[in-house]
């Protein structure tokens, strides 16, 4: 008890809290989930972007592509890190995802259809990311503050090189002009609810919230990112859907009701692509094992030289 | 006997169009190891790899377009080609059946592309020794990671040393074609612009040969086996139109859209 | 919310598409088992339920043509369109992981064809009634094919029995589509054109069901289960492109050739 | 003695010799090697065709080329059986093949680089193939003999159809008629070596002859080939190697030497596609065995519960 008040005086105060002070049970926990889905999300992410590394339509798209999974696959490898400070292995933490104890975003499990797909995946999926990440740079939790930041500048930047793509491909074919469309169309629901589910449904939060590994709510910051996404839609010259209206007096965007019973549906494993993101995880883990455990076998060998020289 | 794809009118051209060819097709196979890794660390080795060699690919064909004089660009070179205008080696456009075979080739491979690189150096040609000066430092990396790996598969596991010998095996044959050298390589070669296949083949061999036996795989002898075909014919294996069918579909499929506009 | 690749203008045009996209998807998956089967006999039998599927392809697609009224050929349509156009199911889409999984997936889907052709040969449109009569003879023996294949696998090795389980599993997450029927498409039905999919799907449970219960596989109740995207708003799984870069790739490569000099 | 005088004498007058008729062991082992090895090449011979059924050009050209591929698959089921007449099984005549101790034509071990080689090698490998089977269908063993009339009919339709699309590629543009001019240029060659080793160098000739397994020299089989293609060729508009002339004397085409050393380096596995055929066959043999498993396993529990009914 006078634990637990020290630790919430500390967080009052916006100490860090590190991974050897004394912290609670519900605290470590919430982390670990909230830390290891986010690392799962950032995995799992480069699957639908990876769908088109092959199919890139020039060298200097391709580059691009490429090197922003690749930072995803750091982002992964930072935040398991972190979470590792918690107590918690990677190697527990990739055993849960592919187990299906875990969770990742769900909006991966959308497929990406088209070119315009990989530019709007960072305009919009990189975009709502970091809505939800720039507040969690100042959360209590050291490790996971600073791997935060890191992560966001890197965001920042897909996001701009992602918006970038669409522009470039607004002043090209009408073609392309539809495909932006179409990508935004399909991808700008899910990215809403990214940020889970309204707040009125919401469990943990206020919690949460005191403990600050949360600092707004999911409504707070699905309208912040509505609020700075149409301007940017309305720039790129795409249509905006009907039911989204700016509101004069509220100062920010109406965009009515989500289909909620979609989300939770994609969430259970109903969308187009949740087998295919699975399989393609399980598929890795295991054509990979091997050279996994040659690697560990050589490590042995060479450790037991050094020794014996 | 020479084929209706043969092109000996612009050598410098044809040249460094397979440098830039055998950067992109062995980054494309590279990049297909996305997200498909044993592991993260490397899934972002193999990025690294696949960013290097097509950022490789781009300065050489751009080059190459430069040379061919009819306004093209590094792009036109790279998605609008057929196969039998392709002048890679074989050894690049081979499937990555597992990350032994991957990690046999990138050996392979990368060791012949330092050797070339670090002669080309020194061409006469400075745009050529300009660009394999930059290269060179990547590549140095990428011999380096595949000797790491090679040693680590080769003295790992039992498995692991058979599959990383069964990458080697599937691979020997396409060795004889790394030192083909055709008489207006050996012109450029003369004129200090190129360096001739044949004159690195003692060097690779030698260098190949000292890491295979410290990593106990068995090194096959291949030395003055003949090639049929000729990539500078247009002749290939069949792995390769499966790739550019897939990595060319956009501009083929929108011939309308400008470069830049992707 | 409806896709800028909606097309609702020409709801006949667009039924016949599916049709056809159906047959050319699923029988250029079984034309990729050719030379791959388990023995000659099954390349031999892959082959006839690829031509006879990729021969429906033809017709349909043909007619569909015509109702499009845009002087395009059943070739135009199935090497011109890219993914956001096609109207097959996703069930037809999925990669044949193994023999297994084709097997299932045969079973599923001959017998949704079977069904659907079943009826559109008393379509009050004549041609459909035509097509539908022609394949029906031939989807009555694909149907006995995935049936004696179901059993076969079903019944005989524990193993044979975890694979075919594994692709009825795989895909069953593909069934509620089939099912999904648009307003227009219940419009065409009306006017007794189409068939709407959704009056079909208390036979296919039927029939599915009592085929597996004899072959010793276990059903999932998909009945009642939500569709995310439709095909009809040009929605597909991730495989479609790659199959379509590989299948058209002649065509946008060489896009002045004419169709009759290939 | 006396049987083996009565065998040659039952030949020599033209005779089918039958499965259940005696005959001499090197007939017999003879006849094994030749139709194995024929058997072979229509199942490998699938493969450089195969390379191209996902991306035939039209639905038509789709249509046809899988049926043709379906016919190889025939004549070797076909051409296992008229083997297994003669007390060899099927399942050890692939064993052979796959152990890499049976031959196949070595034409198959050059890739498929464009869409006109799927016309050139219905045009040129079939051809050659038939100008070597024609005589054959006279052959002395009745199962072959028969085997070989159908193969044959169905071959010159495939080769009538090869010939028809490079007619249709040669009215098309520069870049098809290249592709056929390519497609002849590497081809043609080859399929020259497929009626085997010069007479000079050709073993067991004369025993073959005398039992009519063999009707017609190498030689004399390749120069009915090339007097019959170069016209074909020259109909088709393609330019002709110039080493090959029209002698007015003997009224033959001269074509010169041919490369025995390329055939000999390819036959020993030296082909750019020698490795992928095998590993093809591997593949297909391997990711089969539980499928012919379960088959086998299910038919034996139809007799059991047949028998106990």
Known sequence: EEGMAEFQARIDRDEFIEPKDWMPEGYRKTLIRQMSQHAHSEIVGMHPEGNW???????????????KIQDEAGHGLYLYSAAETLGVSREELVRQLHAGEAKYSTIFNYPTMNWADVGAVGWLVDGAAITNQIPLCRCSYGPY????????????????????????????????????????????????????????????????????????????????????????AEFLGLKIPEQIKWNEETGHYDFGELD?????????????????????????????????????????????????? | MTSIYTNG???HFQYVLGLGDDALILGHRWSEWLSKGPNLELDIAASNLALDLIGQADLWLSYAAELQGEGKSSDDLAYLRDTHDFRCHWLTEQPNTDWGLSTARMLMFSVYQYIRYERLVNSSDERIAEIAKKALKEVTYHRRFATEWTMRLGLGTDESNRRLQKGFDTLWRFVPELFETTAWEQELADKGIAVASKDIEAEWTEVISAILAEADITMADTAGKRVIGSRHDGHHTEHLGHILAEMQFLQRAYPTAQGATW
């Open chain 1, 145 to 232: 503050a600073r791997a935060m930041t890191r992560v966001c500048k890197e965001e920042s930047f897909h996001q701009r090189q992602g918006y970038e793509a669409l522009l470039e491909m607004m002043k090209g074919t009408d073609e392309q002009k539809k495909m932006v469309q179409d990508a935004f169309d399909r991808l700008f629901w899910p990215a809403l609810m990214m940020f889970g589910p309204p707040d009125s449904d919401s469990a943990h939060s206020s919690q949460n919230m005191a403990w600050k590994i949360k600092r707004f709510s999911n409504d707070e910051l699905r309208q912040r990112f509505v609020d700075a996404t149409i301007p940017q």
């Open chain 2, 9 to 11: 009118d612009n050598p």
């Open chain 1, 260 to 309: 909620w019973d979609e989300f939770w549906d994609v969430v259970k494993g109903n969308g187009i692509s949740n087998d295919d993101r699975m399989n393609a995880r399980n598929e890795a883990l295991e054509d990979g094992a091997w050279v996994r455990e040659a690697a560990a076998a050589y490590a042995e060998k060479q450790r037991a030289k050094s020794k014996a020289a």
């Open chain 1, 53 to 67: 590394v092959t199919r890139a339509p020039t060298l200097k798209r391709k580059l691009i592509l490429i090197a």
